[in-house]
């Protein structure tokens, strides 16, 4: 699964906030290798019979079509720990810093937190802050803590600390509005996974609850106050973004 493809976003926004401040790329490769990593073991079971229960993945069969449920489940699961262990073992000084981040992340104030979320919302219409707080935890959690790795292994004014968050932030909740607006507008085939998945399983999603021109409304919304935390930086934001322009697209 960690080898089927995809846009390895999270390691390039580590890889880019090092890059933006002059940090060593190949001292913080384990680091993104650990986040892509956590990526891959969420997907793993987030496709699974007991949870969205699909077929596809990255334009392949998920995970447990190809090898069974029970190899799924074990394949996250040392996914997910492995991947403390690289942390751990490549960062004796920064490593329990590393793992706070991305554990806080990955657990039941983030990811985990907003998969829960997610499969209550099939029973039920959230309101707007609600749902939000759903992307901000299943989506931009690990997105946040991409950036602020990234910024932990290396030297980083205070404002621009503030900056980074304030983009993160915005970032991660624009990724998922325009995965929600892509799974309404694009085909299996486009996206690599079944199309209007979230409308049959009766999602709570941005178009669903503003309509899809509201959805895009919102998208607009972070990508600005994205921009604006990127314009506020002492140097050169231009890997950042580079990586912005895929909401645009």
């Given at each position: 699964s960690v080898e089927a493809g995809g846009k390895r976003l999270r390691?390039?926004?580590?890889?880019?906030?090092?890059?933006?401040y002059d940090g060593v790329i190949a001292d913080?490769?384990?680091?993104?290798?650990a986040l892509e990593y956590v990526h891959t073991y969420s997907l793993i079971h987030d496709d699974?019979?007991?949870?969205?229960?699909?077929?596809?993945?990255r334009g392949k069969p998920t995970n447990h079509k190809q090898f069974g449920e029970a190899l799924a489940i074990l394949a996250g699961d040392a996914l997910?720990?492995?991947?403390?262990?690289?942390?751990?073992?490549?960062?004796?000084?920064?490593?329990?810093?590393?793992?706070?981040?991305?554990a806080e992340a990955a657990g039941s104030n983030g990811m985990v937190g907003g998969q829960v979320l997610d499969m209550d919302g099939e029973n039920e219409q959230y309101h707007l802050e609600t749902l939000k707080r759903?992307?901000?935890?299943k989506t931009g959690a690990l997105i946040q803590a991409a950036i602020a790795m990234g910024?932990?292994?290396?030297?980083?004014?205070?404002?621009?600390?503030?900056?980074?968050a304030d983009f993160s932030a915005a970032f991660g909740l624009?990724?998922?509005?325009?995965?929600?607006?892509?799974?309404?507008?694009?085909?299996?085939?486009?996206l690599g996974k079944t199309a209007d998945k979230d409308v049959i399983e009766h999602k709570n999603t941005f178009p669903e609850l503003l309509g899809l021109d509201g959805a895009i409304q919102a998208l607009q919304v972070e990508i600005a106050?994205?921009?604006?935390?990127?314009?506020?930086?002492?140097?050169?934001?231009?890997?950042?973004?580079?990586?912005?322009?895929?909401?645009k697209a």
């Open positions: 390691p390039l926004l580590l890889l880019s906030v090092v890059a933006m913080a490769l384990p680091a993104a290798a699974l019979p007991a949870m969205d229960d699909d077929d596809l993945r997910l720990t492995d991947a403390f262990a690289i942390l751990s073992r490549q960062y004796p000084e920064k490593g329990a810093a590393c793992v706070q981040i991305l759903m992307h901000e935890a910024g932990l292994l290396v030297t980083i004014p205070e404002t621009d600390q503030t900056a980074l624009g990724f998922q509005i325009k995965d929600d607006i892509n799974d309404v507008t694009k085909t299996t085939a486009e106050k994205a921009e604006t935390a990127l314009n506020e930086l002492t140097v050169d934001a231009a890997p950042l973004a580079e990586i912005l322009a895929v909401l």
